[in-house]
């Protein structure tokens, strides 16, 4: 399954993986196409089976904040958005940790780690250190049940902090165990928001998002308590490609290590979709970082499959990827000096062939263009180019036969060589639907 890994229709943001028996459980925010709003007031869980990452299957909505026609409220005192949920297993069941804007979130729990999830309360706050306790700083919990069995919740925007939960009713805050500013505003934390706390072998890591938002950085401890050490970024979603917030945590799944995070689509920031990518964790504890790719679980994309626009991984020029409806997310706004990139293909090693034919689905714009195929970089070698003309359909391109693992780029150019060229330069020239490598 490549980036996004789960359906077109689907905005998972903000994903937490958790690993519960068998099966590798995905639970984030739910975005709306074309809201201009972040989030929804439900929250859904996606599962797939620890033996084949490729089947994601979606378990329902878990929880709602807003009725509707098939679901009851499960507040009875606001009706705004849901964020950045995260559970974990505590005693056999299992507990759902949601902000709620205006709010101070509330708790869940059920007895299977898909849900449905009944609302137990909101946090309980100990009177004494109410004071201490602001609504914006429950924004985004992440939750760590610890090997002694001791519960630590990590939140905050613009601001963390952390406390220790009781176990046996997992909603009270224990007197007195509060931190403030667990993860540092100074350099080189600079924490803004999206607490995830894992433990690997004896040390804590915090996964979170500093300012530019964009990226997902870590820290690590040999406490829960902190204090935590400055690691590095383990990906940003803006390199190369239109970027916003960033949100996920990193998982360990049949011996691989992964880290979760969303990409935009639809040109704005509120339309954000789960992506994955291996990950390395050293012997030290250092996680070096990792590009964006569009492989998600797959070691690499066969060229000779058809390839859908939307999973490219670069985006340059102003290009994007739109929702046409349920079924179509091609790229759109296609310029000249728009780069288009997909990570990575593996040709194979048939050293026979002398060429290949490249076959792009294409809507036209009215406009002349030229496309260009190359390997490795925008700036890599040609493989061969085609003229984009002002109707739809397909464009076949000649192109030299490829071995190997790589990957590909489009890069676009204004078909016009007369006195009017430069009025034509900002103009749409085409949007990319498809493409497939024939030898």
Known sequence: MSNPFLPKWEYVPDGEPRVFGDRVYLYGSHDRAASEDFCDFKLKVWSAPLN?????VCHGDAFHTKP???HASDTNWTEHELYAPDVVECNGKYYLFAYIVHSKGCVAVSDCPEGPFNLISTYKVPNTDEKDFKEGLFTDPGVLVDDDGRVYIYCGYQRSWMAELNPKNMTEIIEGTHINHIIPLDEPFCFFEACSPRKIGDTYYMIYSPTPGSRLVYATSKSPRGPFEYGGVIIDNAVDYPGGNNHGSIC??????????????????????????KINILKDGNIPQVEMTSLGFEESLSPYKETEAE?????????FIAEKNVMERPIIDIKPGCV???????????YSATGMILYLMINGSGQKGIVRVRLDSENGTELGHGEITTDSGIL????????GRHSLFFTFESGR??????????RELC??????FCK
């Open 52 to 56: 084949n990452l490729n089947d994601w």
């Open 68 to 70: 509707d026609r098939n």
């Open 252 to 277: 360990e799944i049949n011996g691989q290590w992964y880290i979760f995070y969303h990409r935009m689509t639809n040109n704005t920031i509120m339309s954000r979709r789960a992506c994955v990518e």
């Open 311 to 319: 999973i490219a991984c670069v985006l340059k020029g102003g290009c």
């Open 340 to 350: 288009i990139g997909y990570k990575y293909f593996d040709f194979g090693q048939d």
């Open 396 to 403: 076949r391109i000649l192109v030299s036969n490829v071995t």
């Open 417 to 426: 060589t007369g006195w009017m060229k430069g009025s034509f330069e900002n």
């Open 431 to 436: 949007q990319l639907v498809s493409f497939v």
